[in-house]
């Protein structure tokens, strides 16, 4: 299996731009998460989807994150307009049952906003 | 309070010593908990699971929980310079999964 897959692997942007990070899952898993990684936060959990639902979005930021999941094989985190403490490394994550807690983890989208 | 709590380094240990990780989480509902490596520009990978009190081993590495103190551990033993890594505790509430904010482990040939 070729893992969960992230695209872009590095994205700088200017301030105010709209950014799209794009997530493929591990075919059969019903799980998807988003994580944001920062030093000085760690890594924070924006929200997940069950079976392409939406459960918990309270991890997003504020109204300029939006996620969505329109099938099992794609999800997309949004930001819009971009901020300069939009600035981190995005994770994708996809588990098999959601509550197992192994997640695997997609490479990573490193986001600069200058 | 943050909700998982990690000493967050570094910790220094020679080649072939023991290196301790400590965690505490802060929600008595979490019922599972997990230790995640991460090297250092890539993601992380789960290592590790426990799920009840006790001790928990797999090779090199034991996992132990106490729900009572709300405390985690991973011990590495014999540790090696490829075990040099951020080790990232998480506790799992429902479908929640929280990371502490990591610990830095060197271990020094």
């Known amino acids: 299996d070729a893992g969960v897959i992230q695209s872009p692997r590095h994205e700088v942007t200017e301030m105010g731009q709209e950014v799209t990070l794009r997530c493929k899952p591990i075919s059969g898993h019903n799980s998807l998460f988003w994580y944001r990684q920062t030093m000085m936060r760690g890594l924070e959990l924006l929200i997940y989807f069950n079976n392409n639902v939406p459960i918990d979005d309270s991890g997003m930021p504020e109204d300029r994150f939006s996620a969505k999941m329109p099938n099992a094989s794609f999800s997309t985190l949004k930001i819009q307009p971009s901020e300069p403490r939009d600035s981190a490394v995005y994770f994708c994550a996809s588990s098999f049952l959601v509550g197992t807690g192994e997640l695997f983890f997609g490479e990573g989208s490193r986001l600069t906003v200058l | 309070q943050k909700e998982v709590e990690q000493n967050s380094g570094p910790l220094s240990v020679p080649e072939g010593a023991i290196a301790s990780l400590n965690c505490t989480y802060s929600d008595r509902g979490s019922q599972s908990f997990f230790w995640y490596r991460q090297y250092s520009g890539k993601s992380p990978e789960l290592i590790m699971s426990i799920y009840s009190n006790g001790d928990k081993e797999d090779g090199r590495f034991t996992a132990q929980l106490n729900k009572a103190s709300q405390y985690v551990s991973l011990l590495i033993r014999d540790s090696q310079p490829s075990d040099s890594a951020t080790y990232l505790c998480?506790?799992?509430?429902?479908?929640?999964?929280?990371f502490g904010a990591g610990t830095r482990l060197t271990v020094k040939p």
């Open positions: 998480a506790a799992l509430l429902g479908n929640d999964m929280r």
